[in-house]
């Protein structure tokens, strides 16, 4: 009886909280920034940043060539960098940067899913263990949870056990790598604000 009472409390607490959110006044077309603003936000971004580039490092991931010398592939379908760049872009006449907080977060939040499904698809331990929990990790504790919509990132991909598909990955990553440089500037600003 005790734990039937308990998971009771439990589900009907939950229920509450999502509730509450979901009842916050917000003026009608605006968003809720999809950012948790805390410090954490800073490591874990710092943290994935890390873990992409032990990755890139991993030469058994890449036998056959230099991964170094190869050029990266950016998901640019997002608009990422469009949407994270200052519209008065030209730094030596404004000290201040003026971004559309709320559109740059979605467009980073879209990237990690494509990002995550991505990796997931390729079924490689070192990814998994490092890169995809990292993502994971960001996401779960710097993005609120409505914006955890999973069905941004449908990926398909044929993966065999070849030179292609090694190839494919070293971009991927490489461009993965300037993305959370990007994710990194981006958070960096807002949480200093």
């Known amino acids: 009886m005790l734990p039937?009472?308990?998971?009771?409390?439990?589900v009907s607490t939950l229920c509450f909280a999502l509730l509450w959110q979901c009842s916050i006044a917000v003026p009608l077309g605006a968003r809720q920034s999809p950012l948790r603003?805390?410090?954490?936000?800073?490591v874990l971004a710092r943290s994935l940043l890390w873990n992409v580039s032990a990755v890139l490092e991993m030469d058994h991931l890449f036998s056959g060539f230099d991964c170094t010398q190869q050029n990266a592939e950016v998901h640019i379908r997002t608009q990422t960098v469009?949407?994270?760049?200052p519209q008065n872009s030209n730094c030596a006449h404004s000290a201040v940067l003026n971004i559309d907080e709320n559109e740059c977060?979605?467009?980073?939040?879209?990237?990690?899913?494509?990002?995550?499904?991505?990796?997931?698809a390729y079924s490689k331990p070192e990814?998994?263990?490092?890169?995809?929990r990292s993502i994971d990790v960001l996401m779960q504790n710097?993005?609120?949870?409505?914006?955890?919509d999973n069905s941004l990132a449908k990926v398909s991909m044929d993966h065999q056990k070849s030179f292609q598909e090694r190839l494919q990955l070293c971009k991927v990553l490489q461009g993965f790598n300037l993305r959370t440089i990007t994710?990194?500037?981006?958070?960096n600003y807002i949480l200093s604000k």
């Open 183 to 187: 994710i990194n500037r981006v958070f």
């Open 4 to 10: 039937r009472v308990c998971t009771y409390l439990a």
């Open 82 to 85: 469009s949407a994270c760049t």
């Open 142 to 148: 710097c993005f609120s949870v409505s914006a955890m």
């Open 127 to 132: 990814l998994t263990k490092s890169v995809v």
């Open 37 to 42: 603003l805390t410090g954490t936000c800073n």
């Open 105 to 120: 977060l979605q467009r980073i939040l879209e990237d990690l899913h494509y990002y995550r499904e991505t990796f997931r």
